[in-house]
């Protein structure tokens, strides 16, 4: 199977463990590295250092954190979204919904940090940057068009960072990320060449191993403000596996083996941070995403010529965020967040298996500080998914040659989702 440019999506995995998730930012992008930024938003996270978590935004912050420090947690996440509409099939409706079809998930991560001396850092770091998942079932009646979708992605980065002086750091990081997903698509009750429901349709599955980077920077204006660039690379992937159903060839046993190309995209951050005052400070974010990369799903496999399974004509994506800390005593600290994370679809290109719509974050955090060295931190996170129109068919010959099979879907996507954070850092 190839997917040239492709999707396939979701679920997430990182360090040494993997778990299922639902999408959190824009695509199938995961903005969860931490809990400590969870408690803002992710406000101004290339330019803030907490701990040893700070390299995973921007490796340039190495050079501001203190000795060796380790810092461990994870991320609940409890997605709700419903998707409600109907199908046409000549001329007769069909109820086409599904409830809760996004699993809940728990995302681990794990970071390490040392710096040498005033000017080198070095870091480690595990965690996730894509991944979702979708289940839809066999009695969803749109099943033609998909009704599920997965991708998995773990990461490593070894990270290294330099003070030039007392304005300026640099950091770069390489990336070791693999990757595994499918898709999948069934006959609903009733379709064109009677085949029972359930039948398997598409579904294709493959995984690969595969290298990117990132750069950033830090410079501190003076002591109370400072300003960071960060920048992740594209991760392209050429993902091994097999493919099989009726509508490669009419035949309900069809099976070959293949390759499909998946790309990661590539992301930057401008972030800032402002200490107003001796008790408070206020953050700033904005991401943007290359998701106009992703342009459509193609299969190549062994023994048939290669095919478009989807077109996507995804956008670009951005993200703004703002948030603010507050030192209570010097043993607890407030953090509060809001950010808008816009689509990375047009209305016209959402689909039923990624139900791409803007996405507003509100979140509180705490830090508590148990000792010198052990500092405890939580975060919680409730999102709200804009509600959103989707059409299939959206005119594409690949959805056109589904929509022959069982009808056109139109119906509306809702839901929110609810993010639960803790972690624990160690300064050794």
Not at 127 to 137: A, I, P, Q, R, S
Not at 143 to 172: C, P, R, T, V, W
Not at 210 to 219: A, D
Request: proline share 2%; with cysteine.
């Amino acid at each position: 199977m190839k997917t040239n440019k492709s999707l396939l999506s979701l679920a997430v995995a990182c360090g040494l463990m993997s778990a299922s998730t639902t999408v959190n930012a824009a695509g199938f992008q995961l903005a969860e590295y931490s809990a400590t930024g969870l408690g803002r938003a992710y406000a101004g996270e290339a330019a803030i250092a907490d701990n040893a978590s700070s390299q995973w935004r921007n490796p340039a912050l190495l050079t501001y954190l203190e000795g060796t420090q380790v810092s461990v947690g994870a991320i609940y996440v409890d997605p709700n979204i419903d998707v409600d509409g109907n199908v046409n099939y000549r001329g007769s409706n069909t109820s086409a919904s599904s409830s809760d079809f996004a699993n809940s998930a728990v995302i681990p991560n794990f970071y390490l940090s040392h710096r040498y001396n005033e000017q080198f850092a070095v870091g480690l770091a595990l965690g996730t940057n894509y991944g979702m998942e979708t289940e839809l079932g066999t009695d969803f009646a749109a099943s033609h068009f998909g009704n599920e979708a997965m991708i998995k992605s773990m990461e490593a980065n070894l990270n290294a960072a330099y003070k030039l002086n007392d304005q300026f750091s640099f950091g770069a990081g390489l990336r070791l990320v693999h990757g595994e997903g499918h898709f999948g698509a069934t006959a609903p009750e009733t379709n064109l060449f009677r085949l029972p429901k359930g039948t398997t349709l598409k579904y294709m599955e493959g995984d690969d191993l595969s290298w990117g980077w990132q750069v950033g920077s830090v410079w501190q204006i003076n002591q109370n403000n400072r300003i960071g660039f960060t920048y992740k690379s594209a991760v392209a992937f050429t993902l091994e596996g097999h493919a099989e159903g009726a509508a490669f060839t009419g035949n309900v046993n069809f099976r070959d083996s293949g390759s499909m190309d998946l790309d990661l995209p590539a992301t930057a951050e401008l972030a800032t941070y402002h200490q107003l005052t001796d008790k408070f400070a206020l953050h700033t974010s904005i991401n943007w995403t290359d998701w106009s990369s992703f342009e459509q799903l193609k299969a190549d496999l062994d023994s048939i010529p290669s095919s478009v399974i989807k077109d996507e004509n995804w956008k670009d994506n951005y993200r703004f965020a703002v948030g603010a800390t507050y030192q209570v005593d010097p043993k607890l600290t407030l953090r509060t967040g809001i950010a808008y994370d816009m689509a990375a679809v047009s209305d016209k290109n959402r689909t039923i298996t990624i139900p791409e719509t803007d996405r507003t974050w509100l979140s509180l955090g705490a830090s508590y500080e148990a000792t010198k060295q052990l500092t405890l931190d939580a975060g919680f996170t409730y999102i709200i998914a804009k509600d959103a129109s989707i059409k299939e068919s959206r005119g594409y010959e690949s959805d056109d040659k589904a929509q022959a099979i069982a009808g056109q879907f139109k119906g509306e996507v809702s839901g929110s989702i609810w993010l639960i954070g803790v972690q624990a850092n160690y300064k050794f």
